[in-house]
Structures are given as structure tokens and as C-alpha cells.
């Protein structure tokens, strides 16, 4: 079996030893679960197997624990954080649905023709789905994507309360954790294009409606919990 540590050597390309090919590499470790939840992250292991010193290692973990993916503690360090439970990923996505409805409808009133432009932008961006299950990597494009066009909306918005609580939530990161990759790239896309269609038509109702049901059948593609 493979080790988190062989693993992480495999992800970083040699010689080019930046925080964010560091970042990237400790992330999908993590997302992957080569790094399990809830374990300790030992930094010595992992400065030695990326082939990096201390420091562009402790930046790429304090952007992961911005991001709810580690903790750090006093005199032990940094470890992965446990998986959500049930209630933790529905209270989640019933916190979604009641924010971001308002946020399209109000993006919907709120869009310049420069906006409309961009939101036609990020939509053309939208890679396709993998055709297969796959592992964060296969992924990490059309993960991108959704959390761009999300944000998006929030910004055109004009809620910066809002847009800064969703960006904390990283919905979709700890998605990947509890159930990994899906065949829902398809959807999304026809999903977040029917937002965007309705946001740039000024129709908030339906942004809003839009919003919701993206939402609603988001959490219903996730499979079921075992309990």
C-alpha cells in the first residue's frame, strides 16, 4: 500500500518547489484521505517526502486550516480534521439554501453588462465532468469552477457579510471528503447555467428558484451517509 509519504512525493514536480505546488500537493492528500481525518499531521515525514524545507510547508498548512481542512494546537501541531457528520453536512447545505436564493436574486437586480459577461465567461470555463469516479485531482477543475461561480454571484451581490460566511462553510471541499468524486459534472453545469441565464434576464424569482433547486438536488447527489 501506499504511504501518505510516497504519495506525497508523486505530487510535486521536481525542482519546482513553490507554497502552492505544496499547498496543492498537502491538500489533495488530505482530500483523498491518504492523510485520514482526524489524524496528526507529521510535518518532518512530510517536509522529507515533498523534498521541501519547514517553512513553504507550514504556509501551505496555515491556508489548509483557513480552509477547515486542519487544525493546529498548542505543542502538537497540526492535524487533519474529522469528516462532518449527518446533521453537520444537512445544517450545511439548509444554511446554503437559505443565503444563497437571496444572493442570486439580488445578483439578478444588482448585474452590469460587465457582469453578465463575466458569469457567460465562467460558464464557458466549466470543464467536463470526468467521465468516471476519480480522485480529487480528476476533480479539482470542476470543483474550481462551482466555487468561482458561487462566489461570483455572492459578489455581484454586493453582500460581502454573506460572500465572506460562504467562503468559510467550503461546502464543497468537505462534499469531497464524506463522498468523493460523482458523476454530477453534467448537471452542474446545465444547474449553473440556468442560474446564470435567469441572473443575466434580471429575473430575481427565478434566480432565486434557480438557486434553490441547484442546491436542493446538490445535496440529494451526495450519497447516503453510512451509519
Known amino acids: 500500500m501506499t504511504t501518505p509519504e510516497q504519495a506525497a512525493a508523486r505530487l510535486v514536480p521536481p525542482r519546482v518547489i ?17 492523510i485520514p481525518p482526524s489524524a496528526r499531521v507529521n510535518m518532518d515525514q512530510l517536509a522529507r517526502a515533498l523534498k521541501v524545507s519547514a517553512t513553504p510547508l507550514r504556509e501551505a498548512l496555515a491556508r489548509l486550516e483557513s480552509e477547515g481542512l486542519v487544525t493546529k494546537e498548542p505543542l502538537r501541531g497540526y492535524s487533519t480534521t474529522p469528516l462532518l ?7 450545511l447545505y439548509e ?14 437586480t444588482r448585474a452590469s453588462p460587465e ?22 485531482r480528476t476533480y479539482r477543475a470542476l470543483f474550481e469552477h462551482d466555487v468561482r461561480l458561487h462566489d461570483l454571484i455572492a459578489r455581484i451581490a454586493g453582500n ?12 464543497h471541499l468537505h462534499a469531497f471528503r464524506l463522498h468523493g468524486g460523482n458523476r454530477s459534472g453534467d448537471c452542474t453545469r446545465a444547474e449553473h447555467g440556468e442560474i446564470v ?8 424569482h427565478a434566480a432565486a428558484s434557480a438557486m434553490s433547486a441547484h442546491l436542493r438536488t446538490a445535496r440529494h447527489r451526495a450519497p447516503p451517509f453510512q451509519d
Open 18 to 34: 513553490l507554497t502552492d505546488g505544496v499547498y496543492e500537493a498537502v491538500k489533495t492528500l488530505i482530500m483523498d484521505g491518504r
Open 85 to 91: 457528520t449527518r446533521t453537520e453536512f444537512d445544517d
Open 95 to 108: 444554511l446554503r439554501r437559505l443565503v444563497e436564493p437571496a444572493l442570486a436574486a439580488s445578483a439578478a
Open 115 to 136: 457582469d453578465h459577461l463575466e458569469l457567460a465567461a465562467e460558464i464557458a470555463r466549466c470543464p467536463d465532468a470526468p467521465p468516471e469516479l476519480g480522485d480529487y
Open 160 to 171: 460581502q457579510v454573506a460572500r465572506q460566511a460562504l467562503r468559510r462553510l467550503h461546502s
Open 197 to 204: 441565464d435567469a441572473v443575466c434576464l434580471g429575473d430575481p
